[in-house]
């Protein structure tokens, strides 16, 4: 696989569950290993099933969900995702209610890639700088009530 | 540039800068216009100048702090480095989105992940992501759900028992399957004699098997164990015959021993992480694979 064809790939991935909410789309993006990590939580979501539930648990509570791509690079079998999310939390986020916030926040994902099938996402996002945007957790700097 | 010059680039950012506190390696490796981000830090930091005070900050309140370059990536003007961080935070206030936090006594280990853009040979930008939440839980200014004293012990006690079997079973008496019971997926294994970590389950069946074939009667015991908050820390010595090839180095029959340090992270009930510290140099010497030049006769 050419490293085009991994961006066209992740880009896919990115339209297809994130922007578009269409899950069962994971079930053609992602390998049956697929391990996906994200800082806030400490095991792995495995599968397209993994993926598909932590997709809907997002857009539960972000119903109009959008991910941004700011930049891509790609190096053998990785391409590698700088994005924006942005969206407004209009349900529940897990045992969050719901703000009506309107959030955005930055982050950066590394995704492997093995016979055009997605192995692993791994990201880094600013999950305090999310939680503190729908008043989860305290900004001390900032107005607390408006 | 290349992407392997700019890699060679991003390498010595980490090294000399981040982790060695090099400032007038900022000189020469930032461009005029330098910017720095991260979500942690409430604004920007500027140029060389600005960059310095970030870095004298950063080892002021963790003057053990180590930034382990996990991956790294490159395309065009663009490397992506995944890292672990980790310190304690034993000196100076730590600057903050939450404002400047006082000693806290604390360790962290956090993930992240930096897009740095390098251009004819100069850093220009650095857009970091960390793991926010767990470097603010970890040091104990954001409280964890799992937070009280009497469950305190008790985990403490998991993490003791997880760390026994490890030794145990695992090492003592080569049980691979124990591995799948009490280590994670995401299982990372660092240890001196190899140039990169041992990660997942797998390679870590192979990493017992092949100190179990270079010495199948090891035997480690444990001198010394600290349990706090996640971590175990253990001081060992183990004794064992070099009956196959270890590193290399075929067998000599020789007895060894060896000492060190291992320090354990446990998420959940598994082991995550396993940092070893150990006498490398030692163990060679004893497997006649490093004469030993050094010796002094009192």
């Known amino acids: 696989m050419s490293v085009a064809e991994n961006k066209i790939i992740v880009r896919n991935f990115w339209q297809e569950i994130w922007n578009k909410a269409n899950f069962d789309a994971a079930d053609d993006l992602v390998a049956p290993n697929?391990?996906?990590?994200?800082?806030?939580?400490?095991?792995?979501?495995?599968?397209?099933?993994?993926?598909?539930?932590?997709?809907?648990?997002?857009?539960?509570?972000?119903?109009?969900?959008?991910?941004?791509?700011?930049?891509?690079?790609?190096?053998?079998?990785t391409v590698v995702t700088r994005w924006k999310f942005s969206g407004t939390?209009?349900?529940?986020?897990?045992?969050?209610?719901?703000?009506?916030?309107?959030?955005?926040?930055?982050?950066?994902?590394?995704?492997?890639?093995?016979?055009s099938k997605i192995t692993e996402d791994r990201a880094a996002e600013d999950t305090l700088g999310l939680l503190q945007q729908i008043g989860a957790i305290p900004s001390p700097g900032q107005p607390q009530n408006h | 540039m290349s992407t392997e010059a700019n890699k060679a680039i991003a390498y010595r950012y980490y090294d000399e800068i981040m982790n060695a506190a090099k400032l007038e390696v900022i000189d020469e490796l930032m461009a005029p216009d330098f910017l720095f981000t991260i979500p942690t830090q409430p604004e920007p930091y500027h140029g060389p100048e600005g960059f310095k005070e970030l870095v004298t900050m950063l080892h002021g309140a963790f003057p053990d702090v180590q930034i382990a370059v996990e991956d790294m990536l490159a395309e065009g003007d663009t490397v992506v480095a995944h890292w672990t961080g980790s310190g304690t935070h034993t000196g100076s206030p730590l600057h903050s989105i939450l404002g400047d936090i006082p000693k806290t006594g604390k360790h962290f280990t956090i993930d992240g992940m930096t897009w740095l853009r390098i251009v004819d040979g100069k850093i220009l930008e650095s857009l970091a992501n960390e793991d926010t939440l767990g470097i603010l839980q970890q040091l104990g200014v954001i409280p964890t759900e799992s937070q009280s004293s009497p469950a305190q012990t008790s985990f403490e006690e998991v993490n003791r028992a997880l760390v026994s079997r490890y030794f145990n079973e695992v090492m003592?008496?080569?049980?691979?399957?124990?591995?799948?019971?009490?280590?994670?997926?995401?299982?990372?294994?660092?240890?001196?004699?190899?140039?990169?970590?041992?990660?997942?389950?797998?390679?870590?069946?192979?990493?017992?098997?092949?100190?179990?074939?270079?010495?199948?009667?090891?035997?480690?015991?444990?001198?010394?164990?600290?349990?706090?908050?996640?971590?175990?820390?253990?001081?060992?010595?183990?004794?064992?015959?070099?009956?196959?090839?270890?590193?290399?180095?075929?067998?000599?029959?020789?007895?060894?021993?060896?000492?060190?340090?291992?320090?354990?992270?446990?998420?959940?009930?598994?082991?995550?992480?396993?940092?070893?510290?150990?006498?490398?140099?030692?163990?060679?010497?004893?497997?006649?694979?490093?004469?030993?030049?050094?010796?002094?006769?009192?």
């Open chain 1, 34 to 77: 697929f391990m996906l990590y994200l800082p806030a939580n400490p095991e792995p979501l495995q599968g397209s099933e993994g993926l598909k539930q932590w997709a809907n648990t997002v857009y539960t509570a972000f119903p109009d969900m959008h991910y941004q791509i700011e930049d891509e690079i790609a190096e053998g079998n």
């Open chain 1, 89 to 115: 939390h209009k349900g529940a986020f897990q045992v969050i209610p719901p703000s009506g916030k309107q959030v955005t926040m930055m982050g950066i994902s590394i995704f492997r890639i093995a016979d």
């Open chain 2, 172 to 298: 003592n008496q080569g049980k691979l399957d124990v591995i799948d019971e009490i280590m994670a997926s995401n299982f990372t294994f660092r240890i001196p004699t190899l140039p990169e970590p041992v990660r997942g389950l797998e390679a870590m069946q192979q990493f017992v098997l092949g100190l179990r074939n270079g010495f199948p009667d090891i035997k480690f015991t444990i001198e010394h164990e600290i349990a706090e908050g996640d971590k175990v820390a253990c001081r060992w010595t183990i004794t064992g015959t070099h009956k196959g090839t270890f590193l290399g180095v075929p067998a000599t029959n020789n007895p060894v021993e060896d000492q060190g340090i291992d320090i354990f992270r446990i998420t959940d009930n598994k082991i995550t992480e396993i940092w070893v510290n150990e006498n490398d140099i030692g163990l060679m010497q004893q497997m006649g694979a490093i004469p030993l030049v050094a010796t002094v006769k009192a």
